[in-house]
C-alpha cells in the first residue's frame, strides 16, 4: 500500500475555519465562540475518512521571530491581529490534534511553511505521497514528484490537488521554482511583501514566459523601457528581497521519523474531555461513537452571548450546515449537568381522581403563583389534543392530571380547572406559555391572572441564542431533564406522540417540566432586573402573549379557488418564460439546474467572459448577476421570470391551501417572538413576512386572503417610514425632523439637499437613489455597495453619501456615539431598554469589529420600530376588549397589522386602530400610520 503523508498548516486552516462562520457562529451555552474548533476538527475528520492517510502531522508558526522579520521588519507587519476567538481556540485545537495522536511540529525561528517544505521533501526522497493540506498559494514552489498542494474542500467547493503541471498552468510557467519569482515580482499583500509597485499578477506572468526569472527581467528593465522598465529599475531592490521573502526553506532542524508520524487510535478521553468543553455533541458522537456524553462536567456559568448576523436578522448560510446540524442536535444540547431525576429528590404525583382532582385545585386556588404545562398529541397547538396538564408551585415538587383520549370527558375535567385558571389573583408561569394558553383556548378556558413566560424572559437576558427548556436547565440549574426522545423516540415518521407513552413516564416527564421551569423563573426574575431589561419584559414581551394567542387562534380566511385560478395562470406564464429561454439558447436542457444554465449562459452563448464561480465549482447564476446580465440578453430577462414565478407557485400559491387548518378552514401562522435579536416577529406556516410585495406578481399572492364571511371585511393599517422617523428623533438631526415635521416626502427632500436642487426638480431616479441612502446608510453600506445596488459609478455613489453626511452631520454623529457607547458598555439599546450585547465591539480584527460596530448602529432603530410595533398591538388588542368589538387583529407583517373588521364596526376602529399606533411610543417626529380596506388583503393594502 502506498504511504500517503498528509502535513497541514494550522493556521491558514484555522483562519479558513473561523470565517467560514463568522456570519452565524457556533455558540456554546456561556456564549463562547468555537468556530475555529469546530471548522478545524471537521477539516481534520474529513481528511482521515476520505483521503485515508497513512501518516500525518500538523505545523504551528511559533511566537519567535524568523530570519524574514529580521530582515525585513515590515514582513507581515500589515497583518490585522488575530479575532479574540480565534486565538482563544489554539489552545483548544492543539489539545484536539493531541487527542487524535497527530503530531504537533513547531520549530522556533521559521514558520509552518518551511516546515512543512522540509517534511515533505524528506518524507517523499523515503517513498512517501505527500500532501501540504493548505489555501497559501506560496507552497506552488514546494510541488514535486510525489509532494502536492491539497486544498480542502470549502464554501461548497471540491477539493483541490495540485502537483507541478497544475501549477504551472496555474501560473503560466514552466517551472515550479518560478513561483517564487512571480512573488518576488507582484509581492503578497498578504505578507507585506512588497514586490515592485505597479507589477500584478497578469504583468508579473507575463514578464516571466518572456524573461524566465525575476534576475533576467530586472537585467532587461533598460530593453523593456517605458514606463514598466521605469517601475522595474526603481523596484529592483525590493524584488530581490520579495523574492528572498517569498522562498519557503527547506532544510529547518526537523526530521521526519516515520513512527512519530503514523495515524494511531484516538485518544477518546482526552477527546471526550475537549469536545464536551466545546459542546460538540454531533461530532463527538460521529468521532467517539454513540456512547459519546457530555453530562459529567460542570456546567458553565451564563455569559453575554454573542452576534448571530449581520444587520441584526436571522441569516441563513448554506455554508454553515454542518455547524447548524451540531448546533440544532434535536433543538436539546444536555450538557455539563450533573443533577438529574435519578439523583434529585422530589416528589411527583399523579392526580388521576376526581377527589384527586378537587383536592389540587383547593391546594392550587391558595397560591400565587403556579407553574403550569400542557401535554399534547403534537406541536401544533391549532390542530392538537390534550394528553394532560402539569403544575408546580414549589420546587422538586409537582403534579400531573391525566386527561382521556375521550374529548367530551376531557372538556369535562378541564372544565373543573375553570375557576383556577380564571383566578385573576394568580401568576401562571410557563416555558412558552403561548402555546399551553392556546391549547386550553381549543378547549373554551382562559387564563385571566398574570403571567410569566421563562422564555421570553432569557430571550431578554441574553437575546442570542438557543433557549430551549432542557438548555436552560442545564446552564442555570445544572440539571439534565428527562429528554422528551426517551418517551417517544427520535424526530422523524417513526416518533410517537404521548398517548403511547405509559403514565408512571408521563408523570415524571411532564411534572418535572414544571418543576423545571418555575425554577429557571427564580432565576430570571433577578437578572431582568440586573440587566435592566425588566420594563420591556412586563411592558411588551410578556403582555404580548396574550395579543398574539388571540391572534394565533383566529387565523385568516384562504380563498382556495382564488390560489387554484393563479396556479393555473403561473402555469401558463411559466412554461412560455421557459420556451422562450429554450428558443433563444438554442438548445433545450434543464433550467432548473445552476449548473445547466450556468454552462449555456457563459459557455455556449458567452454573455460574460469573466464569470464567477460558486462554492460549487459551477457558474453563479444567483439573482444578482443575473440582474446585471439581463440588459445584455433578453434570455436572462426570461429566466429571471421563469425564477419568480416558479418559486412564488411552489411556495405559496401550491403550498397555502396544504397549511389550512381542518377544524378551522382556516390559516392560522404561529409568532415568533423570541427569534430576531432585534426585537421583530417573525412567523411560520406559513412564514407571512417572506410573502413577496415589491412584484405585481407577488403581490397577486395577498389576493387570496379574505374576510372570514360577507359580513367583513379586512382592514390593513401601516407604519409611515417607521424607522426613517426613528433615525431623525434619536438622531436629533435638525434637518430630518424638520422634514418629517413639515410632512415632506423624505425621499424627495433627501434627494433635494444631498444633489443641491430645488425639491420641484428632483427627478424619479434622483428620489430612488436617495431613498436607497436613507435606508441604506444606517446599515453600514459602502460606495461600492451602494453603486452596485443603484448601478450608478462608485464616484456618484460616494459623492451621495458625503453630501448625505454633511445635510444630516447628527446621524453620523449618532454613529459614531453609538459605537463609542458600545466599546464601553458592551451593548445597545433602545429606547424601552431592550439590549443588544457585543462582544466583538473592541476586538482588535477589524472584519469582527466592523460587524459590531453596524449592529451598535442599526439595532436601537430596528429594536425601537418592533418594541412600537408590539406596544400598539397590545394597545388595539386591549381598546377592542374594552369595546367588546366583533371585529379580530388577525396578522403582523413587518410595519403592518391586518384585522377581520365587522362591517358596522369599520368606522370604529379605523380612529381606534391609527391612535394605538400612532401614540404607542411617541417620537420627537409625528408618527404617521395609513388605513385601508377590501374585499381581499391586497385590496386593503
Known amino acids: 500500500m502506498q504511504k500517503k503523508l498528509f502535513l497541514l498548516d494550522a493556521m491558514a486552516l484555522i483562519y479558513r475555519a473561523y470565517y467560514a462562520l463568522i456570519r452565524n457562529p457556533r455558540l456554546t451555552t456561556a456564549g463562547r465562540n468555537t468556530n475555529a474548533q469546530f471548522g478545524f476538527t471537521t477539516t481534520l475528520l474529513d481528511l482521515i475518512n476520505k483521503e485515508k492517510p497513512t501518516h500525518m502531522a500538523v505545523a504551528f508558526d511559533t511566537a519567535a521571530p524568523t530570519e524574514r522579520h529580521t530582515s525585513f521588519e515590515a514582513y507581515k507587519a500589515n497583518r490585522q491581529e488575530a479575532p479574540e476567538d480565534l486565538t482563544d481556540a489554539l489552545p483548544d485545537i492543539k489539545r484536539i490534534i493531541e487527542g487524535f495522536n497527530i503530531p504537533v511540529i513547531e520549530v522556533d525561528g521559521y514558520e509552518a511553511d518551511d516546515v512543512i517544505g522540509t517534511l515533505a521533501w524528506q518524507a517523499a526522497n523515503v517513498g512517501y505521497e505527500v500532501y501540504m493540506v493548505t489555501p497559501d498559494k506560496d507552497y506552488g514552489q514546494l510541488v514535486k514528484e510525489n509532494v502536492f498542494i491539497y486544498k480542502p474542500p470549502y464554501m461548497g467547493n471540491k477539493e483541490e490537488i495540485m502537483g507541478p503541471k497544475e501549477i504551472c498552468a496555474k501560473w503560466q510557467i514552466t517551472d515550479v521554482h518560478q513561483v517564487i519569482d512571480i512573488l518576488g515580482l507582484m ?108 453530562a459529567n462536567a460542570e456546567a458553565p456559568l451564563p455569559a453575554k452571548p454573542q452576534q448571530q448576523d449581520l444587520f441584526g436578522n436571522i441569516v441563513e448560510d448554506t455554508s454553515t450546515l454542518a455547524a447548524r446540524e451540531e448546533n440544532a442536535d434535536s433543538g436539546i444540547n444536555i450538557l455539563l449537568a450533573d443533577k438529574n431525576i ?56 409537582g403534579w400531573y392530571v391525566p386527561v382521556p383520549t375521550d374529548q367530551q370527558a376531557t372538556k369535562a375535567i378541564l372544565e373543573t380547572f375553570r375557576p383556577l385558571f380564571e383566578n385573576e389573583q394568580i401568576t401562571f408561569v410557563g416555558q412558552n406559555i403561548k402555546y399551553d394558553m392556546l391549547v386550553l383556548k381549543w378547549y373554551g378556558l382562559e387564563i385571566k391572572g398574570p403571567i410569566f413566560d421563562t422564555m421570553l424572559a432569557h430571550y431578554l437576558i441574553e437575546p442570542e441564542g438557543r433557549r430551549g427548556m432542557d438548555l436552560l436547565s442545564a446552564q442555570y440549574l445544572q440539571y439534565a431533564p428527562v429528554s422528551i426522545e426517551t418517551l417517544i423516540g427520535k424526530k422523524g415518521k417513526g416518533q410517537g406522540n404521548m398517548r403511547d407513552v405509559e ?72 412554461k412560455r418564460a421557459e420556451e422562450s429561454v429554450y428558443q433563444q439558447a438554442g438548445v433545450r436542457f434543464n433550467l432548473a439546474s445552476p449548473k445547466q444554465l450556468g454552462e449555456v449562459l457563459f459557455e455556449k452563448l458567452q454573455l460574460d467572459p469573466k464569470a464567477k464561480k460558486t462554492r460549487t465549482g459551477q457558474y453563479a447564476t444567483g439573482e444578482d448577476v443575473l440582474a446585471k446580465l439581463s440588459v445584455k440578453h433578453q434570455i436572462v430577462e426570461d429566466i429571471l421570470i421563469f425564477r419568480e414565478l416558479s418559486k412564488l407557485k411552489s411556495t405559496y400559491v401550491d403550498a397555502l391551501p396544504l397549511m389550512i387548518n381542518k ?203 418592533a418594541d412600537m410595533i408590539k406596544l400598539a398591538m397590545i394597545a388595539v388588542h386591549n381598546t377592542f376588549k374594552q369595546h367588546n368589538l366583533k371585529s379580530r387583529m388577525i396578522l403582523q407583517v413587518h410595519d403592518e397589522l391586518v384585522f377581520d373588521a365587522h362591517h358596522s364596526e369599520v368606522e370604529t376602529i379605523k380612529p381606534l386602530i391609527l391612535e394605538c399606533m400612532r401614540n404607542a411610543l411617541p417620537l420627537a417626529v409625528p408618527v404617521e400610520a395609513e388605513i385601508g380596506a377590501g374585499k381581499n388583503w391586497l385590496e386593503a393594502h
Open 342 to 397: 435519578d439523583n434529585t429528590e422530589h416528589t411527583y404525583r399523579l392526580v388521576d381522581t376526581p377527589e384527586k382532582i378537587a383536592e389540587l385545585i383547593a391546594h392550587l386556588q391558595q397560591q400565587k403563583e403556579i407553574c403550569f404545562d400542557t401535554e399534547t398529541t403534537g406541536t401544533d397547538a391549532n390542530a392538537v389534543e390534550m394528553v394532560g396538564m402539569s403544575f408546580a408551585c414549589c420546587k422538586h415538587e
Open 503 to 574: 403514565l408512571e413516564k408521563i408523570k415524571e416527564y411532564a411534572a418535572e417540566d414544571a418543576d423545571i421551569t418555575l425554577q429557571l423563573k427564580e432565576k430570571f426574575v433577578p437578572l431582568l432586573t440586573q440587566k435592566s431589561v425588566d420594563k420591556v419584559f412586563y411592558e411588551v414581551e410578556n403582555p404580548l402573549v396574550r395579543v398574539l394567542t388571540d391572534m394565533e387562534f383566529e387565523g385568516i380566511a384562504v380563498n382556495n379557488q382564488t390560489l387554484a385560478d393563479y396556479s393555473r395562470e403561473l402555469e401558463g406564464e411559466i
Open 663 to 865: 377544524r378551522t378552514n382556516r390559516i392560522h401562522t404561529s409568532y415568533n417572538q423570541a427569534v430576531a435579536v432585534t426585537g421583530r416577529l417573525s412567523s411560520n406556516n406559513p412564514n407571512l413576512q417572506n410573502i413577496p410585495i415589491r412584484t405585481d406578481r407577488g403581490r397577486e399572492v395577498r389576493k387570496a386572503f379574505v374576510p372570514r364571511n360577507e359580513e367583513y371585511v379586512l382592514l390593513s393599517a401601516d407604519y409611515s417610514q417607521i424607522e426613517l422617523r426613528i433615525i431623525a428623533a434619536i438622531s436629533e438631526d435638525a434637518q430630518m425632523i424638520d422634514a418629517f415635521q413639515k410632512g415632506l416626502d423624505i425621499h424627495i427632500a433627501t434627494a433635494a439637499k444631498v444633489y443641491g436642487v430645488d425639491m420641484k426638480e428632483v427627478t424619479s431616479d434622483m428620489r430612488r437613489n436617495a431613498k436607497s441612502v436613507n435606508f441604506g446608510i444606517i446599515y453600514g453600506q459602502s460606495a461600492f455597495g451602494l453603486s452596485e445596488n443603484l448601478g450608478i459609478p462608485r464616484s456618484e455613489a460616494k459623492m451621495l453619501i458625503d453630501n448625505y453626511f454633511t445635510q444630516y452631520p447628527s446621524i453620523k454623529e449618532y454613529m459614531e456615539k453609538q459605537i463609542s457607547f458600545a466599546q464601553k458598555n458592551g451593548y445597545v439599546q433602545t429606547q424601552l431598554g431592550r439590549k443588544r450585547w457585543l462582544k466583538d465591539i473592541n476586538s482588535s480584527n477589524a472584519v469582527v469589529r466592523g460587524y459590531a460596530e453596524r449592529n451598535a448602529i442599526n439595532m436601537p432603530i430596528q429594536g425601537t420600530a
Open 187 to 294: 509581492g503578497d499583500a498578504v505578507d507585506n511583501i512588497p514586490g515592485i509597485a505597479g507589477i500584478g499578477e497578469k504583468t508579473a506572468m507575463k514578464l516571466l514566459s518572456q524573461y524566465h526569472s525575476l534576475e533576467n527581467v530586472l537585467a532587461n528593465a533598460d530593453t523593456i523601457g517605458g514606463k514598466m522598465g521605469e517601475k522595474i529599475k526603481a523596484g529592483s531592490a525590493d524584488a530581490i528581497m520579495s523574492k528572498q521573502l517569498a522562498t519557503i526553506i527547506t532544510d529547518v532542524p526537523c526530521t521526519f521519523h516515520e513512527e512519530d508520524f503514523c495515524i494511531k487510535e484516538p485518544n477518546k478521553e482526552k477527546l471526550t474531555e475537549i469536545f464536551t468543553e466545546l459542546e460538540f455533541k454531533t461530532l463527538g458522537k460521529r468521532i467517539l461513537g454513540d456512547g459519546f456524553s457530555s
